[in-house]
């Protein structure tokens, strides 16, 4: 009985991830940053589209529990997700980086 309680709000969770992905992959704003810029990058859509794989295959296995290959194809959906985040995140510090630069650039040529 505990592990259909495991399972109920596993599927729940990942259900609310992939609504999160679906917004981030269409509407492609940040909810969490409020009063940023209209315009939206890429990586913000790849966000999305990592979290209907990451999530979306979870949900599946949860579901329908498959097993051999079903399963190592859904295994790889994860593994695409978790890199598709991975290089949102090196996107995002590099793009961070490159701001700070800027901004310094900026001050020492104002000075």
Known sequence: ???????LVSVILASLAL???????????????????????????LLGLSYILVFGAAMIQIIAQPSGVEAEALGGFMVLGGMIVIIVVYLEARASRRASHEDRLDTRLRS
């Open 1 to 7: 009985m505990t592990t259909a309680y495991v399972q």
């Open 19 to 45: 609504i999160m992905g679906a917004y981030l992959l269409i509407i492609g704003k940040r909810p969490w940053r409020g009063g940023e810029k209209s315009d939206v990058a890429p990586r913000v859509r």
